[in-house]
T-cell receptor, first 110, second 114 residues
Framework: TQLLEQSPQFLSIQEGENLTVYCNSS?????LQWYRQEPGEGPVLLVT?????EVKKLKRLTFQFGDARKDSSLHITAAQPGDTGLYLC??????????FGSGTKLNVKP | DSGVTQTPKHLITATGQRVTLRCSPR?????VYWYQQSLDQGLQFLIQ???????AKGNILERFSAQQFPDLHSELNLSSLELGDSALYFC?????????????FGPGTRLTVL
């Protein structure tokens, strides 16, 4: 059983469309991170959110941490083929344990 | 390039064998994390070391062990290997001891157990 559930698992969209990926849990996390992973490579950190209700923007990506610090969302505006990859959320317990979601595989078609 | 190096990149071995995976963290990072990524389990946290000491344990099997050396590189030892141990093994490093710090992942070691 995954502590963090991500949805959808797979997403295939056309270039220019918007999308939202969700990361949900029944646990409270001290921080939550979003990563993108390309095939054959390690995950690369996109953002860390720490405060409940926090919203962070990274160009066309908008990240939100739920008020109760149990869930998060990633919204991509005007997706591009370069956004293709596996998106992972990871929640940190009080100190050092990280729990990763199962991931969302995004494919953006030109 | 994250600055984290892992060797070897690929490893093929037989059931029952023992292997050692090596990780060198980014310069200045004191924390090393080990993760296992398999198709059906996703990315699972195994263990964390900070400045040579074990700080957190995840779903690490008793057949697996790790250590961090004075020069801060870390090794993950996997013994009595089973087919189900086939996976990508990642190490990540961070400067912080606690979980809010950014982790930088290495390129991974792909282990295949035949």
């Amino acid at each position: 059983t995954q502590l963090l559930e991500q949805s959808p698992q797979f997403l295939s969209i056309q270039e220019g469309e918007n999308l939202t990926v969700y990361c949900n849990s029944s646990s409270v996390f001290s921080s939550l991170q979003w990563y993108r992973q390309e095939p054959g490579e390690g995950p690369v950190l996109l953002v860390t959110v720490v405060t409940g209700g926090e919203v962070k923007k990274l160009k066309r990506l908008t990240f939100q941490f739920g008020d109760a610090r149990k869930d998060s969302s990633l919204h991509i505006t005007a997706a591009q083929p370069g956004d293709t990859g596996l998106y992972l959320c990871a929640g940190a317990e009080s100190f050092n344990k990280f729990y990763f979601g199962s991931g969302t595989k995004l494919n953006v078609k030109p | 390039d994250s600055g984290v190096t892992q060797t070897p990149k690929h490893l093929i071995t037989a059931t029952g064998q023992r292997v050692t995976l090596r990780c060198s963290p980014r310069s200045g990072d004191l924390s090393v994390y080990w993760y296992q990524q398999s198709l059906d389990q996703g990315l699972q946290f195994l263990i964390q070391y900070y400045n040579g000491e074990e700080r957190a344990k995840g779903n690490i099997l008793e057949r697996f062990s790790a250590q961090q050396f004075p020069d801060l590189h870390s090794e993950l030892n996997l013994s009595s290997l089973e087919l189900g141990d086939s996976a990508l093994y990642f190490c990540a490093s961070s400067v912080a001891v606690s979980g809010s710090g950014e982790q930088f992942f290495g390129p991974g070691t792909r282990l295949t157990v035949l």
